[in-house]
């Protein structure tokens, strides 16, 4: 039984911790001249749908959750949303060439009609984030005939 106290101290001790280690904050204030919504006209109801499903991770300003001031929850959430960003930002999306948005588009529509996107984890806690028929293939058309026209 005292083995038990002893690791439940060193176990507590640990998680307390890991609580001063800070992480990346990925919030900016401005929205640069090269995001997707202000380059394209993007229908309102696109553009809701898009903040609240895609941007978290693919831009540079992310709504944060509570618990993302718990360790390790917040290392979590950092690393998916460097790997999102390094993916696609939307933030830098006029930056990119005629081919690689192309290419982005396409794979945009490859991951909405696969179910990939949004992640599964993330759907788990932001219900909202989640796409309706009506409203994945609202989007896939808007982001096909997007892809069309460049």
């Known amino acids: 039984m005292?083995?038990?106290?002893?690791?439940?101290?060193?176990?507590?001790v640990g998680f307390v911790g890991i609580?001063?280690?800070?992480?990346e904050r990925n919030q900016s204030y401005?929205?640069?001249?090269?995001d997707f919504?202000?380059?394209h006209n993007v229908p309102e109801t696109i553009q809701k749908k898009l903040q609240v499903s895609c941007y978290d991770?693919?831009?540079n300003n992310t709504q944060y959750p509570w618990y993302n001031k718990i360790q390790p929850a917040a290392w979590f959430l950092e690393d998916h949303?460097?790997?999102?960003k390094a993916e696609l930002n939307f933030n830098e999306w006029d930056s990119l060439s005629s081919r690689r948005k192309s290419s982005k588009l396409r794979?945009?529509?490859?991951q909405i009609e696969s179910g990939e996107m949004p992640l599964d984890s993330y759907t788990l806690i932001h219900k909202d984030a989640k796409f309706s028929e009506a409203e994945a293939e609202e989007?896939?058309?808007?982001?096909?005939?997007l892809k069309d026209s460049l």
Do not use: D, R, W
């Open 2 to 12: 005292k083995i038990l106290k002893i690791i439940a101290i060193i176990a507590l």
């Open 19 to 23: 609580q001063f280690i800070p992480t």
């Open 30 to 34: 401005t929205v640069p001249e090269t």
């Open 37 to 39: 919504m202000l380059v």
């Open 57 to 59: 991770c693919h831009s």
């Open 81 to 84: 949303i460097k790997e999102g």
């Open 107 to 110: 794979s945009i529509i490859k």
């Open 139 to 145: 989007l896939i058309n808007f982001i096909t005939q």
